[in-house]
């Protein structure tokens, strides 16, 4: 089998979002614990053999493997703002010898592919950060092809569940929705995606929600607390600082609470995930 391209060189995205976990490796580990099944199988039973794939977003690129495998012989392309991610995901591609892959620098807003160029496109905890959705969606649709169809999926800040009840899970993800909104993004749209995706011209939209579930076991509460700090730390915890929602000490005393929660037997926690699909008119 051939090895995947080395990333290609392109250019700086012009158009970026703030993107509020970029460069933590806390969640950097994260992204690279996320697979093409966990949260895309909605995605993958409209996949067969021979498509050609755009993954918007693809981060590390363990999601993106899994859909290449999934649409082989047919070529799939990863995208990303990040060099960083690009780079780490073309270098897993060759640890795991997976041929028909290739990993590029490209925002969603703008990407570099003809018109009508591909079989299926996806993008995970993208949509999530920015500021105009509809635009992103619009170009994702430019470059299907007729018939195409387009996978999203992002959390929901709206709805979680979480036992023994916690108020500093609830200050912090009050927190977290409203530094992300600070920055353009928006925290409870995914609920939104049907009607999203046919204002973008997609002929039909289907929508489906699942519940994410940190840890089980005795490792519930230690990964919960580690999934929500790694999402809040760096920007948006210094956002929520320099705006004066908290104070360092304040943010300091919820992670200690957070803490002592998570040490507790018993503890769960779950938040909704939405996805859409549409497709385009054929």
């Known amino acids: 089998m051939s090895q995947p391209a080395a990333p290609e060189a392109g250019h700086e995205p012009q158009t970026r979002e703030t993107y509020a976990h970029v460069g933590l490796p806390s969640f950097d580990r994260d992204l690279a ?10 995605f993958l039973q409209h996949l067969r053999p021979g498509m050609r794939l755009l993954d918007c977003g693809c981060g590390p690129g363990t999601v993106t493997l899994g859909l290449a495998e999934a649409v082989a012989p047919g070529e799939t392309i990863g995208i990303d703002i990040e060099r960083r991610q ?8 060759v640890e795991r010898r997976i041929g028909n892959v290739r990993f590029e620098l490209a925002s969603i807003y703008e990407l570099p592919f003809p018109d009508s160029s591909f079989d299926a496109a996806y993008a995970q905890s993208v949509l999530f950060h920015l500021r105009k959705p509809l635009q992103a969606l619009k170009e994702v649709l430019r470059v299907l092809k007729p018939g195409g169809v387009a996978g999203i999926v992002d959390g929901d800040l709206g709805c979680q569940f979480v036992a023994p009840a916690e108020p500093a899970i609830d200050k912090l993800l009050t927190l977290l929705a409203r530094g992300l909104q600070h920055h353009g993004g928006d925290p409870y749209y995914a609920r939104n995606l049907r009607p999203l995706l046919h204002e973008a011209g ?19 509460g230690r990964s919960t607390a580690e999934a929500l700090r790694a999402r809040f730390q760096g920007t948006i915890e210094s956002t929520v600082i320099e705006q004066g929602w908290a104070t360092r000490e304040e943010i300091q005393a919820i992670y200690a609470a957070l803490q002592a929660w998570a040490d507790q037997p018993d503890t769960f926690f779950g938040w909704v995930v939405c996805s859409g699909l549409g497709w385009v008119p054929g």
Request: proline share 0%.
């Open 202 to 220: 997609f002929e039909r939209a289907e929508g489906s929600a699942t519940m994410l579930y940190f840890g089980s076991g005795d490792s519930a």
């Open 86 to 93: 690009i780079e780490a995901a073309t270098a897993l591609g």
């Open 33 to 42: 614990g996320r697979t093409a099944t966990q949260r895309g199988s909605f």
